[in-house]
């Protein structure tokens, strides 16, 4: 049992940051790293193209239709 009681995240953040890390450093830790994402996203765009990587091309939508006349099938008794 710890020699005092746990401080308010609202009285003291950072005295209850400290404990926190210390005490309970899985959910500290997770909780930073978590919060640390949505604060990335502006960001990490330019980091990535900085890195070298590109954007992929864009995924077809529509399948291309061939040019010219069709070939008529034959042999398949559908006449």
Not at 26 to 34: H, K
Request: glycine content about 8%; proline content about 15%; overall charge positive.
């Amino acid at each position: 049992m710890s020699a005092a009681a746990a401080p308010h995240f609202w009285a003291a953040p950072l005295r209850y940051c400290a404990w926190a890390a210390r005490e309970r450093p899985a959910y500290f830790w997770s909780v930073v790293i978590g919060g640390i994402g949505p604060a990335a996203m502006p960001f990490a765009p330019a980091i990535r193209r900085a890195f070298g990587d590109v954007d992929p091309a864009p995924i077809p939508v529509t399948y291309p239709v061939p040019t010219g006349p069709r070939k008529q099938l034959t042999g398949y008794d559908d006449e």
